[in-house]
Structures are given as structure tokens and as C-alpha cells.
């Protein structure tokens, strides 16, 4: 009996020993000691080693697929800090170009318009180089800035052609690599990489062209779409008629119908600038008083249709002995006046008998008629040289047209057909 128990003692033991090595511990009386008959269901406190094989596996596969989303995660999170980077690049360069498309539209004058694409314009869209070409065929948009005292040599970017340049497209952009022989007239002050050369349509008709110029080639290849500078130069066209137009009106309200000249609304108006200009400059500024002699006589005896001719052909022959930056205007009835800037009373003096000798030279001949009338003019010159600061340019303005009238009146009392200078001078 004794040896029977120790028997099963070594066989508990033994197995004890194997479950401690698997890391499994017999539980009840087993685990005690105490046999009380024979030991059931041994197999019950055996580890399950597959199961734990299992077990195992299936923690490591968990662990690879916790780092695999870890690491998705990480990429999401980086992919959406890009996204938003992006949009709010995107957001920025949409309101700069919503703040452009703005201001363009309300340009009502076309000095707010050249400023705003060849200043505002290289901004917005990162470009190295822009420029704005019109066709003007007769000169008559030049003659209009000239008027409205808008200077071309401040805006080196605003260029004009009589015809349409070659290279200008007709109908659709042209993009591509820059070519000294198709696109030196676009960019006269700079060579970019590549461009882009948008024409500017309105009613079907050429106006111009828009020239965006970049440093970097592949900014503007012909692969492009073209979508988006499309619809720029239909706002810039549609803009550019519009202030063109109105400037033509403002034009017309200071321009006399008859002879083309300004009226005598402009002149005083210019006067009074260049009266400023003059005094802030310390320049000298001169002005002539000009009336056509006898001129009722040929009213009378040829009727009004040959007065205004002779009226037209005075005012073209005044205005071919001027400067650019001199002014023009019929001041009324057989009157005019000219503005002579950066001109002394001796300077303004030899214009005036240019003048008085281009009129009295040749006869002019009457439309309709084979008759040629001789006709001559009278001119007083009064000029400040220059005028003192502390007197109110319109006071100014309104003493020297008085002092020229008066030499013109002596200029009539002493024989007509000649020049009187106004003394003193202001």
C-alpha cells in the first residue's frame, strides 16, 4: 500500500514538474499532495500548447496591424496638413485675383486702368513682365491721353501700333518660348522665358493685345489650357472700351465740335494746373491771345459755311507750329488761346510770329468756291517767369489772360496782322 502511494506520489510529482515547465500549476489536492484514490483527468491541467501558439500569432498579427494603421494615420494626417496648406494658398491667390478683377472693373478712367495692369497686374499673377498694345490707327487715342495731359513716357508699358503687330494672335492666346523676332515689340524693356500673347477682341474687332512675359520657361508652353487668361482678356477688353469711351466723352465735352481744338472750358482748366506746376517747379509758363482779323467782313460777304472754314484752317496751321506739350483751345468766336509750357515771353514771342507768318503766308480757299481769301491774325503774348507761390493759381490765370488780351488790343489798335508783347511781365 505504502508503495503504491509512493509510486503515484513520483507519477504526481513528475507531472507537476512538466506543468511547472509549461508554466501550468496543479490546482486541488492534487497540487497538495493528497491522492484520495486514483488522479482523474490528467490531461485537463496540461497546457494547450497549440492554443498558445495561436494565441501568440494572433497578438504579433494585432501588433503589425496597430502599426500598419498607425503609420496610414500618420500619412492621412500628413496628406491633410498638405491638402489644407494647399487651400489656403489656393484661397489667397483667389482673393488676389478677386481683388485684381475688382479693382479692373472699376476703373472709370483710363489712368486707373493702365496703373492697374502694368503695376497691379506682375503681382497678382507672378509675372516678370506685362504689357498693354492698342491699335490706334489714327492716332486719335494718343491725341485723347495727350489732352487729358496723360503722359506716355510715365507708363513705358502702354504701347501703341497703327496696325496689328504679326505676331499678335487673332483669335485664341498664344502661348509659348519668347522670340526675339515675333515678340521684341511686345516687350521692348525685357526678354522673358516664355509667353503669353492675349488678344483683345471687342465686336469682333482687333483693339489689342494683352503680353504676359515670365523668367521661367515652362511657365507658358503651348500645352496649356487657356480657359482661364481667356476670360482675362475678355474683362481687360471689355474694361479697356469702356474707359476708352468714357474718356471720349470727357474729351468731347472739352473739345470745340467745330475745329477740333479744345474749348474754352479745357483751356482755363489746364491753365490752372500748369499755372500750379509752374509755381511748385519755379518754371516759366507763357500764353498767347490769338483773334483773326477782319473776320466778321468774311461772315458777312462769303456767309457762315466759309467763316468756319477759315476758322478750321487757322486752328490747323496754329497747331502745326506748336509742341506736343503746348494747349491749344478756341476760346471764342474768331478767338484763341495758346498755353505754351517751359516758355519765357521771348520764347513765347517767336512762336507767336511762326504763327502769324503761317497764317498770313498763304491765302485760304473757300470750299466750294475758286476764290482764296487772304486772312491774318493778331496776337498778344503775356507770360510768368515764374509766378509767385504765394498767389492763388486762378488769380493767376485770370491776370495773365487779361494782360495778353490787352496786347492783343494793342496789337489791333497799331495796324492788325502782328504781335504785342504784355509788359510788365507777372
Known amino acids: 500500500m505504502l508503495q503504491r502511494n509512493k509510486s503515484a506520489s513520483q507519477n504526481i510529482d513528475s507531472k507537476a514538474r512538466r506543468c511547472r515547465q509549461c508554466g501550468t500549476a496543479i490546482k486541488g489536492d492534487a497540487a497538495n499532495g493528497i491522492l484520495p484514490g486514483t488522479l482523474k483527468g490528467a490531461s485537463a491541467v496540461l497546457p494547450d500548447v497549440r492554443g498558445k501558439r495561436l494565441k501568440d500569432r494572433s497578438n504579433m498579427i494585432s501588433a503589425v496591424d496597430t502599426n500598419v494603421l498607425i503609420n496610414d494615420n500618420q500619412q492621412l494626417r500628413a496628406e491633410l496638413h498638405d491638402f489644407l496648406e494647399h487651400a489656403r494658398v489656393n484661397q489667397q491667390i483667389m482673393q488676389r485675383h478677386q481683388a ?83 515678340h521684341h515689340d511686345l516687350f521692348p524693356h525685357y526678354q522673358p522665358a516664355s509667353v503669353a500673347i492675349l488678344p483683345l477682341i471687342r465686336h469682333q474687332k482687333l483693339i489689342g493685345c494683352l503680353a504676359l512675359g515670365s ?166 503774348v503775356a507770360a510768368q517767369t515764374p509766378p509767385e507761390r504765394d498767389i492763388p493759381a486762378d488769380v493767376v490765370r485770370t491776370k495773365m489772360l487779361a494782360m495778353a488780351d490787352q496786347a492783343l488790343y494793342r496789337a489791333k489798335e497799331s495796324g492788325r496782322n502782328r504781335v504785342m508783347l504784355a509788359t510788365p511781365e507777372l
Open 100 to 182: 485684381f478683377d475688382l479693382r479692373l472693373i472699376g476703373s472709370s478712367e483710363f489712368r486707373d486702368l493702365i496703373e492697374t495692369i502694368s503695376r497691379m497686374m506682375p503681382t497678382t499673377f507672378q509675372l516678370e513682365a506685362v504689357t498693354l498694345t492698342l491699335i490706334d490707327h489714327d492716332f486719335y487715342i494718343r491725341h485723347i491721353l495727350h489732352d487729358l495731359q496723360i503722359r506716355l513716357d510715365e507708363y513705358p508699358n502702354l504701347l501703341f501700333q497703327v496696325e496689328p503687330n504679326p505676331s499678335t494672335p487673332m483669335d485664341k492666346p498664344s502661348l509659348g518660348p519668347y522670340r526675339a523676332t515675333r
Open 215 to 380: 523668367a521661367h520657361a515652362d511657365r507658358f508652353t503651348d500645352s496649356l489650357a487657356t480657359d482661364f487668361i481667356e476670360r482675362l482678356a475678355s474683362v481687360v477688353a471689355i474694361c479697356l472700351e469702356n474707359v476708352i469711351n468714357n474718356e471720349r466723352l470727357k474729351h468731347i465735352g472739352l473739345t470745340d465740335p467745330l475745329t477740333g481744338v479744345n474749348n474754352r472750358r479745357y483751356i482755363e482748366q489746364r491753365m490752372q494746373e500748369e499755372i500750379s506746376r509752374a509755381q511748385r517747379e519755379r518754371s516759366a509758363l507763357s500764353c498767347l491771345f490769338i483773334d483773326i482779323d477782319h473776320f466778321k467782313r468774311v461772315n458777312d460777304q462769303y456767309g457762315h459755311q466759309s467763316g468756319d472754314d477759315v476758322l478750321r484752317e487757322v486752328a490747323n496751321r496754329i497747331k502745326k507750329e506748336l509742341r506736343l506739350s503746348d494747349s491749344l483751345g478756341r476760346f471764342g468766336g474768331e478767338e484763341f488761346v495758346v498755353l505754351l509750357t517751359q516758355a519765357t515771353l521771348e520764347d513765347a514771342a517767336r512762336i507767336a510770329e511762326r504763327i502769324r507768318t503761317s497764317v498770313a503766308r498763304q491765302p485760304i480757299t473757300i470750299v466750294g468756291t475758286t476764290e482764296a481769301l487772304q486772312i491774318t491774325v493778331s496776337i498778344g
